[in-house]
């Protein structure tokens, strides 16, 4: 059963509404109607975990803005929320990790093998709702919807191979650059940009560029990723992952760069040997160590300085991105994102 999240002072009734109606279409889009062992049941595991449905109800909130209505846009939401659970199993798979949503994850569960296809198909699974919604709007809107998610796949499997890439080269000479680019392509993309965009085309009819939401989502996606890599270190993570699980994967995290450039030569080869082990090898003395480094040479507060510069520079696209449009809660909700990052529980 779902738990209602905690909506960090957004507008309830609102994603209360969004979440139901995407839920619906979940299950509408997830029975098959002819049973599937060693599939359906995990299938339906990380959606029924109760997510907060933040992607889905920014492309609805989007549609509501530019012109249409919820029910204009659930399917896509659907879509959108159906492909966000594929790519947090394989990414699960990827970086070894152990929790999600405070339970075992797909594959500590089912074995890598089943929770690899449960993933596959969910990403196939999720072509359906995408042209569900886009079929009585007629070619021109479907060929910007189809342009849209083409770019937004390319660019996510770029930033997500960035990731691994510089965990499996052991990559230490990155910049503060390097790290906002892979947030961007990784993270920014899928989590914020896409799915807005997909509102702005199905609530205007094709009639508005969906481009103009690009870089508030930039903006934005980049800080949520930022507080994200620094609750991983805290010890209420809040979305229910392992405490220093991003240390023990090698991920290479603003804090991470920031306190390689910082550190002395001796504690730099220290933090290189580190990241040379396999995740398995690298034991919670090191993590603990490398965790407290990060404090003491400043680089966790230096990671909330570059978040918050992120979400001002978010809170000033915003004003270009949705100059003309109503004034209402689903406005608020858009706005209300950049402070929900910081306060989200």
């Not at 803005?65 to 939401?77: H, I, L």
């Not at 949503?101 to 449960?118: E, F, K, M, Q």
């Not at 196939?124 to 796949?153: C, N, W």
Request: charge should be negative.
């Amino acid at each position: 059963m779902a738990t209602a999240p905690d909506t960090g002072g957004l507008p309830e009734g609102l994603l209360a509404r969004y979440a139901e109606a995407t839920r619906a279409e979940l299950r509408h889009y997830l029975d098959s109607g002819s049973p599937a062992p060693f599939l359906d049941s995990l299938l339906g595991e990380y959606p029924s975990r109760g997510g907060k449905m933040l992607r889905p109800s920014i492309c609805i909130a989007n549609c509501c803005q530019f012109g249409g209505t919820p029910e204009a846009a659930v399917r896509c939401a659907a879509a959108v929320e159906l492909l966000h659970n594929a790519l947090l199993i394989h990414d699960d798979v990827q970086d070894g990790s152990d929790m999600r949503r405070g339970l075992p994850t797909l594959h500590a569960s089912h074995g890598v093998p089943l929770a690899i296809n449960a993933g596959d198909a969910l990403l196939f699974t999720a072509f359906q709702p995408l042209f569900d919604a886009v079929r009585p709007l007629g070619a021109d809107v479907a060929q910007q919807v189809i342009e849209a998610t083409v770019t937004m796949a390319r660019q996510t499997a770029e930033g997500q191979a960035l990731e691994l890439g510089w965990r499996d080269k052991n990559v230490t000479d990155l910049v503060e650059a390097d790290y906002i680019r892979m947030a961007l392509k990784k993270t920014a993309w899928m989590g914020m940009i896409w799915p807005a965009q997909l509102g702005v085309i199905i609530g205007s009819r094709g009639r508005v560029d969906p481009d103009r939401v690009i870089r508030f989502g930039h903006f934005l996606g980049v800080a949520f990723q930022i507080e994200d890599d620094l609750r991983n270190l805290s010890e209420d993570p809040g979305y229910g992952k392992e405490m220093n699980g991003d240390l023990y994967e090698g991920k290479r995290t603003i804090m991470l760069i920031n306190v390689l450039a910082a550190a002395s030569v001796r504690e730099r080869k220290r933090i290189e040997s580190f990241l040379a082990l396999r995740r398995e090898d690298r034991s919670e003395d090191e993590v603990l160590w490398l965790a407290g480094l990060m404090r003491a040479k400043g680089s966790i507060d230096h990671a909330r300085k570059v978040a918050g510069a992120m979400a001002g520079c978010a809170l000033a696209e915003f004003e270009q991105a949705y100059a003309g449009c109503p004034d209402d809660d689903n406005r608020a909700f858009l706005l209300g994102l950049v402070r929900w990052i910081f306060d989200r529980k």
